[in-house]
Each structure stands twice: as structure tokens, then as C-alpha cells.
């Protein structure tokens, strides 16, 4: 058990059966809002089938103080619950988050934020914790999970120590969400907490 943070593919985004995770009233939600804005809808063709060979699922276990520390440091607090605060991140430039009376798996309404956002401020909070490219793209079943919390990542700083190996816990969340974003933007699918 715990939360994750999983894509989303067609089949599940415009789903009408919410006993199954289905995404469909938050689907037809933001295309209404998105419309009400002036900006195109976020259509079908858009979001991919699902592709289990890039699929994303990380578990977001370590703690998070160092993490919210971090972004209270580097980010405005709009940028840090822009960062920290959504339940639905999607491929869509989004100038501000859209608000849904929908509930979601943790919250009683769904927050939508743009991945284009989200990546600026990862790649603000990498470059000021001084991430090492040579961390893994999240890609597979908890790939990322694993790398930080298996061994390889205290090897990894063993050997390139730096600001980033200061606190693992808080370069495992700015990979995730800088990671999750860039996913978002490749595989040009929503990203959920599960």
C-alpha cells in the first residue's frame, strides 16, 4: 500500500467507471474549462494507449520534509503548492491551476496543473540542489523508487557527492516530480496519484 504516482492512459482518462480509476468527469471537466478559457480541448487522440514498456509508477515513501524545505527555500509559496499541491498534472501549458468539485483519491476536489509549469520549477529546484543528469529517467515499474531506495543512489554519491546527496529523501522528490513532468510532456499523458 502507500500513494503513487502513475500515468494515465486513454482507456482510463475517459472512463466513466470511477470504481475502476476511471477519469472521465475530470476529463469532460477540463475540456469545459479549458473551452471556457478559449484554449483547445485536451482530446482523445491526445492521451496515448498504454505502453507498458514506458509506463510511469513511482511510491512516493521517503519523507518529504527536506523536500518542502527545499521549495519553501527556493519557490514562492504559489510555486510551491503549484509544485506540491496538484492531483492532476497534464500535458497542457496552463497559466493557472483549474480547480474540479471532483474528488480524487486524496482530496475532495481534483487540482489540475500544467507539466510545462511543473518542469520549470523541478528544473529550478535541480539546479539549485545540483541534481546530477546521470540519475535515471523513471521508466518502468518504480525505477526511480528503486534506485533511491535500494543502494544505488548512496553509491552513485559515494562517488559524485555533492549539495544533492546532502538529504537523498529531498533529491528523490525533485527527480520525481522533474521526472513525472518531463514524462507527462514526452508520453503526452496525465499523471494521478493512485
Given amino acids: 500500500m502507500g500513494v503513487y504516482l502513475v500515468d494515465v492512459d486513454a ?4 472512463s466513466e467507471d470511477t470504481g475502476e480509476g476511471g477519469k472521465g468527469a475530470i476529463a469532460k471537466g477540463l475540456d469545459a474549462e479549458l473551452a471556457r ?9 491526445s492521451v496515448p494507449e498504454r505502453d507498458f514498456g ?5 511510491k512516493l515513501s521517503p519523507s518529504m520534509q527536506g523536500f518542502d524545505a527545499l521549495c519553501r527555500t527556493q519557490l514562492t ?5 503549484l509544485i506540491g499541491g496538484w492531483s492532476v498534472l497534464v500535458p497542457v501549458s496552463l497559466n493557472e491551476e483549474i480547480r474540479l ?3 480524487s483519491a486524496y482530496t475532495d476536489e481534483t487540482v489540475i496543473v500544467g507539466a510545462p509549469q511543473v518542469l520549470a520549477l523541478a528544473e529550478r529546484l535541480a539546479a539549485a540542489l545540483e541534481l546530477p543528469v546521470e540519475i535515471p529517467e523513471a521508466s518502468g515499474n518504480l525505477a526511480l523508487t528503486f534506485w533511491f531506495l535500494e543502494g544505488e543512489a548512496e553509491q552513485f554519491a559515494a562517488a559524485r557527492p555533492g ?4 538529504d537523498l ?5 525533485v527527480s520525481l516530480y522533474l521526472r513525472a513532468a518531463q514524462h507527462s510532456l514526452r508520453q503526452g499523458c ?3 496519484y493512485s
Fill in 77 to 81: 509559496p504559489a510555486e510551491h503548492e
Fill in 169 to 173: 529523501d529531498t533529491a528523490f522528490y
Fill in 37 to 45: 478559457r478559449g484554449l483547445p480541448p485536451y482530446a482523445y487522440g
Fill in 163 to 166: 549539495r544533492w546527496s546532502e
Fill in 101 to 103: 468539485p471532483i474528488g
Fill in 54 to 58: 514506458s509506463a510511469f509508477e513511482e
Fill in 190 to 192: 496525465p499523471m494521478t
Fill in 11 to 14: 482507456q482510463e482518462w475517459f
